[in-house]
């Protein structure tokens, strides 16, 4: 026959150590009627139903040896990295790079680094972690990510132009001495005030032609003649008919009055042309002692230049010399081709 009854009770466990543990349980069960105990007390004044009361103690040991998720002979409770192999000395954690920095804290685990910049590695020794450090080969400043300021002008040497000249960063780094909006690494007069259209020269003559490239840098010229103006033809012709009609006396300086009317013609047009400069060179054939031909030929040279200076001709506009035999514009085997060779050349300069 089948008997019910509720129980009530309490219970508990106490864990001694991972292995054993001790419980100790009570339960109080109320039957729904009184012949559990095979005793009728139904005559009995006082009718109780049947109860009764159980308690125990008892001891557990366990024999599992626990979960290891990963594999790695470390129980997961006594693995800081329970799904991941690692070894003991690391807490179960792996450490890939081999650097002593386990890889959950290491902030670059393929690589060898140091744990003072998380497990990360320091190529250039400046105490910035190549993952942060913009210049890693090269020791730099933290405020500049790394980078190095050669020059100390506060920019990095990787965007200086100058790396080597402290600069202003409105020229990458670079100065611009002249004050011309220059940088003096693009400027080809960094000392001289320019523009940009004559790569940072002056064109004090305005000729197009920049002062440093133009042989007459005060006097508009022409790009054809490195920025000198175009000689006369008919100043040129009388420079040409003055060496062909200035004559001396035989062996000496002094010039023949035939040949004043030439030389009054030059003084003419450097009267008119106040750019002109002259250079006045004398030469003479092979004949006879090659030092006294040098002599006579500085003289003779002179001596044109002291008559042009009688014209009138500020004496800062000539300049004169000698060079004896070199130069011969002839044969000096013949009498014609000395008679060449005995001259006196006006070459127009600025």
């Known amino acids: 026959m089948l008997k019910f009854g509720f129980p009530v009770g309490w219970g508990t466990m106490l864990n001694i150590n991972e292995r054993f543990a001790v419980s100790l349980s009570s339960v109080h069960t109320f039957m729904v009627d009184d012949n559990m105990d095979a005793v009728d007390n139904s005559d009995q004044s006082e009718n109780f139903t049947d109860r009764f009361l159980f308690s125990s103690i008892g001891a557990h040991y366990n024999f599992s040896k626990g979960k290891d998720t990963d594999g790695d002979g470390i129980l997961d409770k006594e693995d800081e990295c329970p799904e991941t192999k690692g070894t003991l000395e690391n807490g179960g954690c792996p450490d890939t790079d081999g650097d002593g920095v386990v890889d959950k804290l290491d902030a670059c685990p393929n690589a060898i680094g140091s744990a003072a910049l998380g497990g990360c590695p320091d190529t250039d020794g400046d105490g910035i972690a190549d993952k942060d450090d913009t210049c890693p080969k090269v020791k730099g400043i933290e405020a500049l990510d790394g980078c190095p300021v050669s020059d100390g002008d506060g920019i990095a040497d990787k965007d200086d132009t100058c790396p080597e000249v402290a600069g202003v960063a409105e020229f990458n780094g670079c100065i611009d001495t002249d004050k011309d909006g220059i940088a003096d690494n693009e400027d080809i007069c960094p000392n001289k005030v320019g523009s940009k259209e004559m790569n940072g020269c002056p064109d004090t003559d305005n ?133 060449k060779n005995r001259r006196v050349e006006f070459n127009i300069k600025f």
């Not at 042309?273 to 500085?298: F, Q, R, V």
């Open 207 to 339: 000729d197009g032609i920049a002062d440093n490239l133009d042989k007459c840098p005060t006097v508009a010229g022409i790009a054809a003649n490195k920025g000198c103006p175009e000689i006369k033809k008919e100043d040129a012709k009388v420079m040409e008919m003055a060496m062909k009609g200035l004559f001396f006396e035989s062996g000496s300086t002094k010039i023949k009055t035939s040949s004043f009317n030439e030389l009054d013609n030059i003084a003419d047009v450097m009267t008119t042309n106040k750019t002109y400069n002259l250079i006045i060179e004398g030469y003479t054939d092979s004949s006879g002692d090659e030092a006294k031909n040098l002599a006579l030929s500085k003289d003779r040279a002179k001596a044109a230049k002291d008559y042009l200076v009688s014209k009138g001709i500020a004496e800062n506009r000539l300049t004169s010399n000698g060079y004896g035999i070199a130069k011969p514009v002839a044969d000096n085997k013949t009498a014609a081709g000395r008679a």
